[in-house]
């Protein structure tokens, strides 16, 4: 259907056109017939008249016969006048007939319905005399408006059907249609539902999977991250230099680790023993004490402070990337300690990867006071350790306070024990949940 031209097709309209250009025709032939019967003359009127009356009577009285059937043959059949009307035409040459085409004038009639002038036109031999009678055939008027009605009748008749008939199957074909994309739409979503279901659990695995990943390797992608932003420990005096070993700097009693280059500000837990160091990560750094590693600020030996450099994000420890920096660290760079009201300056003096289990490493012969910086490396995992070694610079430090001699056999070197590490993963933590280790 067309909604611009009626909601009619192309074909509908054409047949629409055809049908009336015949309604047309029709009314144009009943109009020409009605107005001939008109401007017929008088005479001729009356002639049909009787004709009618004379048929009618005929008809209707009873006793009369019935009418015989009339013998079509050609003597009783009257030949109207044509334009090319075979005439016999006797010459004086010959005594057969000839034919020509017939000349006949059609009468021209004046105002008064009298025929003005009824010769026909010269001929040169016999011209048949033989009336036409299809004009004196008697016409019923009623007869005709009878007719014209049940014409009329009929084509209205079949639009109304045929109009009724289309636009009711007009109306089925749109029913049939959006039922059938209704049910398309239906059961397409009857399949996607279908479809969904049947991937639910794996999508949900996949969803469980892609959580417990992102809850184990988390680490590895924020680590590298925080190891270029500064962390937040509060204003830090970036402008601290090394000073004239000779001068004490007095400072606040709390102990404190300060790295200018790393923005690090961060507090500092002295004399815990080694199974207390990773709680007391959680609040800063924290000495790592073993024999052999166990001096203080100012004292001859190593100093060994842990601190965190990666952990989950998620988690609430504020110190777990720390550490997370001190690879930007260079030899000759400054570091600050706080202890009991007094600044000591080291300057780095070196630094190495070993294993966990390697404590050894934080113990050898010294004869200057010695600090070691723990922490995990690679970034986001607890594999290797990365030790930033410094020497003390200011002040001066005694020679006789030595910490406690190392004694050879007292050194760890089994791997029953091992430097700190990071905070647990997340199936470390699901792991010792489950068997308690």
């Excluded at 002639?47 to 009356?53: D, E, V």
């Excluded at 184990?216 to 925080?226: H, V, W």
């Excluded at 270029?228 to 970036?238: E, W």
């Excluded at 000779?246 to 009693?253: D, F, L």
Aim: hydrophobic content about 30%; some cysteine.
């Amino acid at each position: 259907m067309d909604s611009e031209n009626g909601g009619l097709s192309s074909s509908d309209r054409q047949r629409q056109t055809a049908a009336e250009i015949a309604r047309k025709k029709v009314l144009a032939v009943y109009s020409s017939t009605v107005e001939n019967l008109r401007n017929l003359p008088a005479s001729s009127r009356e002639r049909l008249i009787r004709s009618q009356q004379r048929h009618n009577n005929r008809f209707s009285n009873n006793t009369a016969e019935p009418p015989t059937e009339t013998n079509w043959t050609n003597n009783n059949i009257n030949y109207p006048t044509a334009e090319y009307q075979r005439t016999p035409i006797y010459s004086s040459s010959a005594e057969t007939p000839t034919y020509q085409p017939n000349t006949y004038q059609q009468p021209v009639y004046s105002d008064n319905n009298v025929p003005a002038s009824s010769e026909p036109a010269a001929s040169t031999g016999y011209v048949s005399e033989t009336p036409t009678t299809l004009k004196d055939t008697p016409v019923n008027q009623a007869a005709v408006s009878d007719e014209w009605q049940k014409y009329h009748s009929a084509w209205q008749d079949y639009y109304k059907n045929y109009y009724s008939e289309y636009y009711a199957k007009a109306a089925q074909t749109y029913l049939a249609t959006e039922k059938m994309k209704n049910e398309r739409i239906a059961t397409g979503t009857t399949e996607r539902k279908r479809n969904l279901r049947h991937l639910t659990p794996i999508i949900a695995f996949t969803i469980i999977v892609l959580i417990a990943l992102f809850l184990q390797y988390n680490r590895r992608i924020f680590a590298p991250i925080m190891a270029y932003i500064s962390p937040d420990t509060g204003n830090v005096n970036t402008s601290l230099n090394a000073v004239d070993p000779n001068i004490t700097q007095t400072v606040s009693p709390e102990p404190r680790l300060i790295i200018p280059k790393l923005n690090i500000d961060v507090p500092v837990a002295f004399g815990i023993s080694t199974s207390e160091v990773d709680a007391a990560m959680n609040q800063g750094v924290a000495q790592f004490s073993i024999p052999g590693a166990n001096a203080m600020p100012g004292q001859i030996g190593n100093l060994a402070i842990s601190g965190h450099s990666a952990g989950d994000i998620y988690s609430s420890n504020p110190y777990k990337f720390i550490f997370s920096g001190l690879e930007r660290l260079e030899v000759g760079d400054l570091i600050y300690i706080n202890y009991e009201s007094v600044r000591y300056t080291y300057q780095m003096t070196g630094s190495e990867v070993v294993e966990p289990t390697n404590v050894a490493a934080l113990v050898y012969e010294t004869n200057k006071p010695m600090l070691t910086l723990i922490t995990c490396t690679p970034l986001g995992t607890s594999r290797y350790r990365l030790l930033i070694s410094a020497e003390q610079i200011s002040p001066t430090y005694d020679t006789n306070n030595i910490a406690d001699p190392t004694i050879p056999e007292e050194t760890p070197t089994t791997n029953d024990e091992s430097m700190p590490a990071n905070e647990p993963s997340f199936f470390e933590n699901l792991w010792n949940g489950l068997f308690g280790n």
